[in-house]
């Protein structure tokens, strides 16, 4: 299974409302990535984990929180969006964090805030 | 910090040969990547070069120069399902783990 899965495909939130985006893997990689895209722009990276643990935060607002419960499972919890927020949100994995080699991407969840 | 450049756009038509180009500016440089990205896809790995040289991998090939700080895609044979976006990335590395930071990407048009 070479495969990054993503849930919900598409999300339609409220800036007062919570919600979270779920990113799955089971190919036993230990690191993996959260990536905002905006359109027509390249993935900008959010955050890293490693072996379930939270490596680089790269300056993203506390209205993102990300979660690892386990090393195939990383969440997204969101909270009091701005509609400057609205994006895709790219998951990815890789073998661990020194592994430059190749990083897997899920399809993404497209997110608007209203 | 890290910054790569690579054209916005670039047209051709089926069956001719097309080269991306990405020049690069980085401190501690560990290798080009390339991503291909059809609209409302993922982006999917294509190559990775870590050293000078040329990396063939059917009809993509990709290039670096270190001394350069330059690569390039090239895709020959073209393909009509070859029309997407395409990123060159660097990786950095500040102990914490690797990020790839992305060039802004360019958006090939194959034509019939």
């Known amino acids: 299974d070479t495969e990054v899965t993503q849930t919900p495909k598409h999300l339609v939130m409220g800036m007062t409302n919570k919600k979270s985006l779920k990113c799955e893997q089971h190919?036993?990689?230990?690191?993996m990535y959260w990536y905002k895209q905006k359109a027509k722009k390249p993935p900008e990276l959010m955050f890293v984990?490693?072996?379930?643990?939270?490596?680089i935060n790269e300056s993203v607002p506390s209205r993102f929180s990300p979660e690892c419960p386990n090393s195939s499972l990383l969440n997204l919890h969101l909270h009091a969006l701005q509609p400057e927020d609205s994006a895709l949100y790219l998951c990815?994995?890789?073998?661990?964090?020194?592994?430059?080699?190749?990083?897997?991407f899920g399809p993404g969840t497209r997110l608007t805030v209203l | 910090g890290q910054s790569l450049e690579q054209p916005s756009e670039v047209t051709a038509v089926e069956g001719a040969i097309v080269q991306i180009n990405c020049t690069y500016q980085t401190s501690g440089f560990y290798g080009l990547s390339w991503y291909q990205q059809h609209d409302g896809g993922a982006p999917t790995f294509l190559s990775y070069?870590?050293?000078?040289g040329l990396e063939e991998t059917g009809r993509f090939s990709s290039f670096l120069s270190r001394s350069d700080s330059y690569g390039y895609l090239l895709l020959q044979e073209l393909q009509m399902k070859d029309s997407a976006s395409y990123f060159c990335?660097?990786?950095?590395?500040?102990?914490?783990?690797?990020?790839?930071?992305f060039g802004g990407g360019t958006r090939l048009m194959v034509k019939p």
């Open positions: 990335a660097v990786r950095s590395d500040n102990n914490a783990g690797n990020m790839l930071t």
């Open positions: 070069n870590a050293l000078d």
């Open positions: 190919m036993g990689h230990r690191a």
């Open positions: 990815a994995s890789s073998q661990d964090k020194t592994d430059f080699n190749e990083q897997f």
């Open positions: 984990y490693s072996y379930e643990k939270l490596s």
